[in-house]
DNA sequence: TCCATTGTCATAGTGTACTATTACAATATA
DNA sequence: TATATTGTAATAGTACACTATGACAATGGA
């Protein structure tokens, strides 16, 4: 599924949706480690965005201990040992948030089921594959 | 739960994180029709944000719908939800409310798929089959 | 060695989020 | 009528997101 939904009229700033994006491919196995990450200038491409905001999410995604640069060869995932605890630290933010949607949606009648429903449809829609 | 959990560190612009938590509360019902929101320098020290985000935040959720405001008197929660309303059915709400789900998962840096993912557990525990 | 590819950095320009400040308009109350 | 409270608006300054462009450093292969 590796295409990119980045919204830039939604107030979010690129480069969040981007790291999300990356984090969450990542957490997800999809990219496992020792994955060579796409290059900053052929993702700049992909999703259209400047070289410069790329390598400002690649450098973010550093920090938090996902991934592992080297000039001259590229970006690649590091081992799972390295991300496990910030990927605790973002679990933990879901849970939260995902009881939250639950209480709007009781409390509009609308039962989970038909809420992911309805959501799947949406990301379908975005990724035209 | 009335107070607020507003991140000048996210990333995410403050009047975006700020007009979801309002939307959340009149959704929930924890701020019910008639409601008055708090005054808009009021809010601003509750926050601690400027008068002026607060009171484009108010002006953006009054042109969606949820509020009013009167000069001199206040803001205050409509009587009658106006996005719910004029949507034609079922359907249509469960769509602006999916949209909305998705713009909160974004501002916080989480994607569909993760969310959905936690969801599914949710509903599994709740109604072990 | 030469050259292409990798990530990084510096500069400069544009747009906007946010702030502080001040002033104004509408409403309620004494 | 005064006075306080409400939301609104104008101005100006700071910070930063994003862009374009160009140059540099490390790597690897011909």
């Known amino acids: 599924m590796s ?3 980045l919204d830039g009229s939604s107030g979010v700033p690129l ?3 981007l790291r999300q ?3 969450s491919r990542i957490i997800t196995g999809e990219w496992p480690p020792g994955f060579q990450l796409p290059t900053v200038r052929q993702l700049a491409v992909d999703v259209r965005i400047n070289v410069n905001t790329v ?3 690649y450098s973010q995604v550093e920090q938090e201990g996902f991934i592992v640069t080297q000039k001259g060869k590229g970006t690649f995932v590091r081992s799972e040992l390295s991300w496990r605890q910030s990927a605790q ?3 933990e933010e879901l849970q939260q948030f995902a009881k939250l949607v ?3 949606a009781d409390a509009q009648g609308i039962s989970l089921g038909e809420l992911m429903e309805v959501l799947t449809d949406m990301r379908n829609k975005e990724r035209p594959s």
Do not use: L
Request: hydrophobic share 35%.
């Open 21 to 23: 994006q990356i984090i």
């Open 89 to 91: 630290g973002r679990g």
């Open 15 to 17: 480069y969040v949706q």
């Open 55 to 57: 390598s400002k999410v």
């Open 102 to 104: 639950k209480e709007m």
């Open 3 to 5: 295409d990119w939904s």
